[in-house]
């Protein structure tokens, strides 16, 4: 049967916005460990979510439980500055959050596809997510699943037995190799919250999706809940 759309959660001010995702992530995680022992945050990276992170890392929750990893990567260290890896450690592993262990995806030293085969035996071990934290592009894109990229077929496969792929750089996005969960890796988990801001990104999300866009394939899932907070 057709899914009804995805009804976006808008909030007043960016910073209700990531008050309230904070405390809808570590609701999520605390009861996830209730039922599982130990969990998973796949965290997504960008400017957006930062201030998500930095008000988590100072809220109490069962962290010594938690393994985070990422839903995405670029492929470079994480001292580089757009090291999704390295935004995670300045923003979310300090204070209370810093007892949770991390799983990286980029491993320094290998090839690109080595790491992200050496990923997925972290990320394994992560599942089940208590919650997992997506951005949306203006292009329809999460994690580094991007359309007309080579392997979005394969990101996109809820069968597929790979949880984390090496992402080619391809025209027009992205401009650099990444790595990125699988939304067969992503669907592993209870709640996807979709964390987006700014009127194209309602825009693309209101109402019926374009089934053309990787998105549409998070909202026509029936693996997860998925929740969209929005604010201008």
């Known amino acids: 049967m057709p899914h009804?759309?995805?009804?976006?959660?808008t909030?007043?001010?960016?910073?209700?916005?990531?008050?309230?995702?904070a405390s809808i992530l570590v609701?999520?995680?605390?009861?996830a460990?209730?039922?599982?022992g130990r969990v998973g945050f796949a965290a997504t990276g960008g400017t957006t979510p930062a201030p998500v992170y930095d008000r988590m890392a100072t809220m109490t929750a069962p962290w010594d439980k938690i393994t985070v990893t990422l839903t995405d990567e670029r492929f470079v260290p994480a001292i580089d500055p757009s090291s999704n890896e390295g935004l995670v450690r300045r923003h979310l592993?300090?204070?209370e959050a810093a007892k949770a262990s991390f799983a990286p995806l980029f491993f320094d030293g290998v090839s690109h596809e080595d790491s992200a085969r050496r990923a997925e035996a972290g990320v394994n071990a992560a599942a089940p997510f208590g919650v997992v934290l997506l951005g949306v592009?203006?292009?329809?894109?999460?994690?580094?699943?991007?359309?007309?990229?080579p392997v979005l077929t394969q990101g996109l496969d809820l069968a597929s037995d790979r949880s984390v792929l090496a992402v080619p750089p391809s025209d027009p996005a992205p401009d650099i190799p990444r790595l990125s969960l699988t939304l067969a890796a992503l669907t592993r988990t209870d709640l996807i919250v979709l964390l987006v801001t700014g009127a194209a990104k309602k825009a693309l999300l209101e109402g019926d999706v374009?089934?053309?866009?990787?998105v549409a394939a998070i909202?026509?899932?029936?693996?997860?809940?998925?929740?969209?907070?929005?604010a201008e």
């Open 4 to 9: 009804s759309p995805t009804k976006l959660e």
């Open 11 to 21: 909030f007043a001010s960016r910073e209700d916005l990531y008050d309230a995702a």
């Open 27 to 31: 609701g999520a995680l605390t009861t």
């Open 33 to 36: 460990v209730a039922s599982h």
């Open 93 to 95: 592993l300090v204070g």
């Open 137 to 149: 592009g203006p292009d329809g894109h999460f994690a580094s699943l991007f359309p007309g990229n």
């Open 210 to 214: 374009d089934p053309a866009l990787p």
């Open 219 to 230: 909202l026509n899932q029936d693996r997860a809940k998925v929740r969209i907070l929005w």
